[in-house]
């Protein structure tokens, strides 16, 4: 089923990544799953990026749709089992969250005092979007549901773009209409320069919003399947759990979960657990 790929695709990703993150690309290219990382994991376990992800999914299917205060709630309960898991710019808005900041206020202040919002950490979480979503609403909540931890506008432009795609896969659309849809609801003349024309660019995995949707897409749009374009994403290294992440949710979306190596299926934290949820997501009341 194409839904539960999605979370279990990111899923995979996130953990096939983790061990190379913050690295340059391994001297042997990393098919499997294994321990390490920047803290103490086991072969197989997830990163906030699954954390993030798996709670906006839980939130949509429980409420019927985007709900801001049970997103928010639901991603400060991930935050803090593991605090040290997440980047500067969630982490920072969870803690102003925590202290009683409303989520956009903390989102701005963040902004302020950072110089800048423009990271990752909302595109990596935001595919149950997708799975949800699918009319022309898709991109204004893609927008919102970043803003809560992401005040500038490129993250959230991002978010929408890689939703997009997985909107229109998880419903049978091919990938080339998907990714041609997600351009043509663009508005930022950076992103349809740099993703729009994504083979003029080689991928960088790099903490920012653009350069990582960029390494994702790439990586998803000139492989063959669901591994190969995986273990394409993650050996990139750099910022290679949320790389191999949104890889990971487009190749799902577009393969299905049946075309996820069973061995990591087997080896994936909380496998059938993100399995269920994606399967629940997609029979949510009121999904487009």
């Known amino acids: 089923m194409r839904a539960a790929g999605v979370l279990a695709g990111l899923a995979v990703g996130d953990a096939l990544g983790a061990p190379l993150e913050g690295a340059g690309p391994p001297e042997k290219q990393l098919t499997e799953f294994i321990a ?4 103490p994991r086991s072969a197989g376990n997830y990163t906030d990026d699954t954390l993030q992800a ?5 939130s949509i299917a429980a409420c019927g749709g985007f709900c801001p205060e049970d997103v928010i709630s639901r991603m400060i309960t991930g935050f803090k089992r593991f ?8 982490g920072a808005v969870f803690r102003l969250v ?6 956009y206020r903390a989102a701005a202040m963040v902004h302020r005092s950072a110089g800048g919002s423009r990271t990752n950490g909302s595109v990596m979480r935001g595919a149950p979007v997708g799975v949800y979503y699918s009319g022309p609403s898709l991109e204004p909540i893609s927008i919102c549901c970043s803003k809560l931890t992401h005040f500038d506008p490129v993250a959230g432009a991002c978010s929408a773009w890689l939703n997009r795609m997985v909107s229109d896969m998880v419903r049978g659309r091919s990938r080339t209409a998907a990714f041609a849809h997600a351009r043509s609801r663009c508005r930022s003349p950076e992103l349809i320069r740099k993703l729009g024309e994504y083979r003029r660019f080689d991928p960088k995995p790099g903490l ?5 949707t960029h390494a994702a897409i790439s990586c998803f749009m000139e492989t063959r399947d669901f591994e190969e374009a995986v273990v394409k ?7 290679a759990d949320t790389v191999g992440a949104c890889c990971g949710a487009l190749a799902g979306a577009f393969y299905g979960a049946g075309a996820i190596p069973a061995r990591w299926i087997s080896g994936l934290e909380d496998a059938d657990a993100i399995l ?13």
């Open 276 to 288: 269920s949820l994606g399967c629940r997501l997609w029979a949510a009341p009121g999904r487009e």
């Open 98 to 103: 925590g202290e009683g900041v409303p989520p």
């Open 208 to 212: 920012d919003a653009v350069l990582c």
């Open 36 to 39: 390490g990382g920047r803290f």
């Open 233 to 239: 994403a993650i050996n990139l290294g750099g910022d």
């Open 83 to 90: 605090p040290e898991y997440y980047g500067p710019t969630s």
């Open 54 to 58: 798996v709670a906006l999914a839980e």
